[in-house]
């Protein structure tokens, strides 16, 4: 069974950057393919980026892209994603989640439905 925890949110002024990470435990890490996702109030749970197995594809969503970079260390059973230049629309509970993949492709998943682990997640909030 996955395991999953999610640290680094915070609260950061318009501008500022935060790293989040997501440590895994309790499967093989490089099974997995991984999404970070996030949950504002009142709105429904969306995809920020998503990164296959190997780490060699990657996706992002198109309101954060070249502001946000996602990356893993399978070594370390980690997961990242780096963000730039927040804004207060950014300000959400960060969930990092993780689906295993079988075959060693380069597939990243979007839809919230095809993940099976996921984080207690980290609040992210960004003042104006």
């Known amino acids: 069974q996955g395991q999953l925890v999610e640290s680094g949110g915070g609260l950061v002024q318009a501008g500022g950057s935060l790293r989040l990470s997501c440590a895994a435990s309790g499967g093989t890490f490089s099974m997995y393919a991984m999404g970070w996702f996030r949950q504002a109030p009142g709105k429904e749970r969306a995809v920020v980026a998503a990164i296959s197995r190997s780490g060699r594809t990657t996706y992002y969503a198109d309101s954060l892209k070249g502001r946000i970079t996602i990356s893993r260390d399978n070594a370390k059973n980690t997961l990242y994603l780096q963000m730039n230049t927040l804004t207060p629309q950014d300000t959400a509970v960060y969930y990092c989640?993780?689906?295993?993949?079988?075959?060693?492709?380069?597939?990243?998943?979007?839809?919230?439905?095809?993940?099976?682990?996921w984080g207690r997640g980290t609040q992210v909030t960004v003042s104006s």
């Open positions: 989640a993780a689906k295993t993949v079988v075959y060693a492709g380069g597939t990243y998943y979007l839809d919230k439905d095809d993940y099976r682990y």
